[in-house]
């Protein structure tokens, strides 16, 4: 069973800096492209960035590029995400999942993690 | 970027049928992808790739689309059904990834 485990969240400052870790097992990580979703206190789902397998390819949500940076350790089996100059608009349950493609017209999050909860407040 | 646009919430009698859409012109070129969330729960893949579910989701759930319209039908709603459906698809870049607002099933 593929297990996903995030952790890092809690409450921050506006204007600090956070990073979260995603923690795999159970698959193949180190072929796996992993994504973070998040989602504000009773709001809906926001995709927020993606990593390929290599870690060479990266794309970020435009509420988040240029703050918040993607990364991963193959080698720890583990993807980071490093958010900085946060603002009280970040708040929210960030989860990790792994992305899958079926052909070039499907795409789908078929694992998910149970998320860490960031609270950004003064 | 591309918006996905959902109803914001839909009832259904117990044991009916009920359909939850999804609008966006990314469907035009991208499946729909459903999940399906309820409360303090991650979300959990229902449908893909037009009309692929995973194991252990129930043969009630169907997917289908149209156009520029995707649709996630129940057939025979459960209480256990009642939850928060997201739609999601890549945008039309391909690089980046759009949920619709979510719409909230209610089983009466």
Known sequence: QVHLVESGGGVVQPGRSLTLSCAASEFTFSTSVIHWVRQAPGKGLEWVAVIWSDGGTKY??????????????????????????????DTAIYYCARGMSAGTTSYYFDYWGQGTLVTVSS | SSELTQEPAVSVALGQTV?????????????????????????????YTK??????????????????????????????????????????????????????????
């Open chain 2, 19 to 47: 359909r939850i859409t999804c609008q966006g012109d990314t469907l035009r070129s991208y499946y729909a992808t459903w999940y399906q969330q309820k409360p303090g729960q991650a979300p959990v893949l229902v449908i």
């Open chain 1, 60 to 89: 970020y949500a435009d509420s988040v590029r240029g703050r918040f940076t993607i990364s991963r350790d193959n080698s720890k089996n583990t993807v980071y995400l490093q958010m900085n100059s946060l603002r009280a608009e």
């Open chain 2, 51 to 108: 009309n692929s579910r995973p194991s252990g989701i129930p043969d009630r759930f169907s997917g289908s689309t149209s156009g520029n319209t995707a649709s996630l039908t129940i057939t025979g709603a459960q209480a256990e059904d009642e939850a928060d459906y997201y739609c999601n698809s890549r945008d039309s870049s391909g690089n980046h990834w759009v949920f619709g607002g979510g719409t909230k099933l209610t089983v009466l």
